[in-house]
């Protein structure tokens, strides 16, 4: 099988090198927002069954593909599978996001965790990675992705979803050694999961630290940020002859931008807070960007969709090294039609910036 892409500018934008427009993609585009989506979800019983069958988290993952021309795909599952796999027993209830049965509460919990082999406790995943893979027949590539250290220790010690973060942020300021433990599993793991990923087939990989924002100045870059760097460190950075770009998003790191960058990471995920021309001029000689426009622009209409889009592409302005995308996941609440006018005025709009 020749693995030559159709379609790589999603890759090369990452890579910063010229691109004929500017490529775009969104995060959480197979999701509720699509009534295919929530279709096969019923089929599949519920959204965890889904994550687990390689042959309905493919259809799924290429839903969106179907309906908008968007130039990556991203594999369908969770960041919380690597908890599940070292035993934690997740469950999503309806309503009320991800559960674990066994959330870190006693010390000997903590130090019996243990790395997952990915190839035997997260078979599922690079069965959908490689059957994605397949039936993407290289028209656009496809993104891996983990959580952040951080990001899992927080449900893993919490329980769930949580506003306050009142248990971790107990442990890292009264037992920081213990949460230092869990991040550092939770590190090398997450290291073998992304690789694994790419060894099935995943052709960039994308780590997202949804909490690290939450965190203080000092704690970030203690807490948060070395471990993610940790990851990056160990990252295949070549499969089959090509380069695996990676890409960190911390949701509300824009005030950490120049930490992010200097993690050797290859692009940085902004969130919708910052000017994305701001960033550009902070980090963008040293990486790709990826986002920014809030997810919220979506509710409103496809003339006001095309002038929100315009500004974040003119505040980017021209050459490469931008990957359009949301700031966060698209809201389910979205209707479908407003998420196409976007991908179309991105394809159309950034044009002239990459004359
Ligand atoms: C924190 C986090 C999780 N999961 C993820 C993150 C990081 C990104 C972020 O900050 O949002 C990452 C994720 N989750 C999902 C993907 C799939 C790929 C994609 O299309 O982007 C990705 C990349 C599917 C999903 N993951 C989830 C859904 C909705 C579940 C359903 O179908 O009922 C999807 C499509 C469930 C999930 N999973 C998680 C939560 C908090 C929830 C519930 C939130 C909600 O209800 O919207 C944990």
Redesign the pocket.
Known sequence: MSNKLKNDTFLRALLRQPTEYTPVW???????YLPE??QT?GRAG??LS??KNPNLATE??MQ?LARFPLDAA???????TIPDAMGLGLY?S??E??KFERPLRDEWEIRDLAVPDPNVHLRYVMDAVSQIRKTLNNEVPLIG?A?SPF?LAC?MVEGG?SSDFALVKTMLYQRPELLHHILDINARAVTSYLNAQIEAGAQAV?I?D??GGALSHAAYHEFSLPYMEQIVSGLIREHNGATIPNII?T?GGGLWLESIAATGCNAVGLDWAIDIGQARARIGDKVGLQGNLDPAVLFSNPDAIRAEVGKVLHSYGKGSGHVFNLG??IS?FTNPENAAAMVEAVHELSKPYHA
Do not use: E
């Not at 969104?26 to 509720?32: E, F, L, N, P, V």
């Not at 991203?74 to 919380?80: G, K, V």
């Open positions: 969104m995060m959480r585009q197979a999701g509720r989506y929530n979800r519920d959204f889904l994550c799924v993952t969106p991203i594999l369908f599952s969770d960041i919380l999503f309806t309503g996001g991800p992705f959580g990001t449900y979803s994308m997202f949804s909490w998003f949701k966060h996941g389910q």
